[in-house]
């Protein structure tokens, strides 16, 4: 059998879903709950690298940084109606924040164990997560070192800038921590924020200046350049 | 002869019943406790002697009082100290419970069955490894 180009990526989905669903795999953007009664979503927005169109994020976070602001969604297996409260258990660790829907902060380092209960207070299911410091600011793009260079090649030219945390150990945080963008000269590169946690910059003329982001507790500095007319 | 004949019947006639009355309504009482079907974090543990939780993470176990005649009877865990450790029901089984580690410490867990506290084991609650 061929597929048309067109064809091809539909038809390998369908195949590894095929696939994934004959080894009783779970989808990455859940983790089983440890009583096997459901699975835990992380919930995203656009400022999440690799948000799902349906708020959830493709792949469910090894660890949450310290100090950021995060949601999960409890799913029942089976398809039931999910009427269970989640909450954390370490409450010096992760608090909850009295949001409709409620979401979460993480306090402190640690477990970031939680529960989800049935309308009777009984425990449906648990999961585990970790709250990890984070030790730097990271531009989610694999030419990211210490000495990156953001370069433009025309006035009016625009990236997206969507920082995340890393740890020390350079493990991608998940969670939203309210990033701040400057830029030292607005004249080469200006800065517009588009959502939370996502911010462009945009070449104004040919020069070279810097862009210093904070969040966290941490701050970076990236040197711009805008090479053309 | 017959003084001691008669105060032996009397004896008798109260250590009978007595012993008749007691023996119908003692029946059997509680032997011990199992634990098993544990589910845990690295360096979590429940036993019958202990049960250890990292702060922030959960143990589930399946924790079934027995009588002397090896039935099960109805249980309970209470927590010695809520503020440390908390102690929920799991939907799964009447026999399963959550214990989850709230604040670093050392306390106890006080298990119940046929609603009488029977026995007490060691808990902590421990800063885990990340």
């Known amino acids: 059998m061929r597929f048309s180009n067109a064809m091809r990526p539909c038809a390998l989905t369908a195949l590894a879903t095929l696939f994934l669903g004959s080894l009783g795999c779970t989808p990455m953007d859940v983790q089983n709950g440890e009583l096997g009664n459901g699975g835990f979503k992380y919930l995203c927005d656009a400022s999440t690298p690799r948000c799902q169109a349906d708020g959830t994020a493709q792949v469910f976070p090894d660890a949450i940084a310290s100090g950021a602001r995060f949601n999960l969604r409890f799913e029942r297996k089976g398809g039931k109606a999910s009427v269970e409260a989640v909450r954390p258990v370490a409450k010096d660790i992760i608090n909850t924040v009295d949001t409709e829907p409620p979401s979460f902060v993480a306090i402190k380092p640690g477990w970031g164990g939680f529960v989800a209960r049935n309308a009777s207070g009984e425990l449906v299911d648990f999961s585990m997560t970790r709250i990890l410091r984070a030790a730097r600011i990271k531009l989610p793009t694999s030419a990211d070192t210490d000495t990156f260079k953001l370069t433009l090649a025309y006035t009016g030219a625009r990236a997206t800038l969507r920082p995340v945390l890393v740890s020390s150990g350079d493990l991608q945080l998940a969670g939203e921590v309210g990033f701040d963008w400057k830029s030292v000269d607005p004249s080469v590169a200006a800065l517009e924020q588009k959502d939370r946690g996502r911010w462009e910059v945009v070449a104004r003329s040919r020069g070279a200046t810097r862009l210093r982001v904070e969040g966290a507790g941490l701050s970076r500095e990236i040197d711009v350049e805008v090479t053309g007319p | ?130």
């Open chain 2, 1 to 130: 002869m017959k003084t001691r004949l008669k105060r032996a019947c009397y004896i008798l006639a109260l250590a009978v019943p007595l012993a008749l009355l007691g023996g119908c309504t003692a029946g059997p009482s509680y032997r011990n406790h199992t634990v098993d079907q544990v589910v845990k974090p690295s360096g979590g543990e429940a036993t019958t002697l202990r049960f250890r939780v990292p702060h922030g993470a959960v143990v589930k176990a399946h924790v079934v009082a027995f009588d002397t005649e090896g039935r099960r009877m109805d249980g309970d865990i209470i927590p010695v100290d809520p503020s440390l450790m908390e102690v929920d029901r799991v939907v799964s089984g009447p026999d399963d419970y959550a214990v989850l580690g709230l604040h670093p410490g050392r306390t106890a867990l006080r298990l119940v069955a046929g609603g009488q506290i029977v026995r007490e084991v060691e808990a902590e609650v421990y800063e885990g490894d990340i």
